[in-house]
C-alpha cells in the first residue's frame, strides 16, 4: 500500500525557515520522481516543487524559487522541503505527493502558518 506521511509543520515568524520531510513507504520510492504542494484557504491546490527520482533535476514554482529547495533520499526512502525566508503567503497546508502506476498519491498533509 502506498503511503506518504508529511511531517515538520508549524508556527514560524516572517523570515523563517522550516523543514518539511515526506517519508515514503509501499512503492519503488526511487523509481519516482517527487512533489510538494500547497493549498491555502480559498485557493486552488498549487505545485510548489518537483524533484526527479534520481535527484538530479528540481523545478520551482516561480513564487518560491530562490527560498524553497526540494530534495531527496533515496536509501531512506524520504524527501524534503527546505524553506526560507518564509512569508505569510506561504501559509497552506502542505503535502507530499508521488505518481504511482498513473494515480496521483497524497499525504494528509502537514499545516505551515507563517504570522507575526
Known amino acids: 500500500q502506498v503511503q506518504l506521511v508529511e511531517s515538520g509543520g508549524g508556527l514560524v515568524q516572517p523570515g523563517g525557515s522550516l523543514r518539511l520531510s515526506c517519508a515514503a513507504s509501499?512503492?519503488?520510492?526511487?523509481?519516482?520522481?517527487m512533489s510538494w504542494y500547497r493549498q491555502a484557504p480559498g485557493k486552488e491546490r498549487e505545485l510548489v516543487a518537483t524533484?526527479?527520482?534520481?535527484?538530479?533535476?528540481?523545478n520551482y514554482a516561480d513564487s518560491v524559487k530562490g527560498r524553497f529547495a526540494i530534495s531527496r533520499d533515496n536509501a531512506k526512502m524520504m524527501v524534503y522541503l527546505q524553506m526560507n525566508t518564509l512569508k505569510p503567503d506561504d501559509t497552506a497546508t502542505y503535502y507530499c505527493?508521488?505518481?504511482?502506476?498513473?494515480?496521483?498519491?497524497w499525504g494528509q498533509g502537514t499545516q505551515v502558518t507563517v504570522s507575526s
Open positions: 524533484i526527479t527520482s534520481g535527484g538530479g533535476s528540481t
Open positions: 509501499g512503492f519503488t520510492f526511487r523509481n519516482y520522481a
Open positions: 505527493n508521488a505518481r504511482v502506476l498513473t494515480r496521483d498519491r
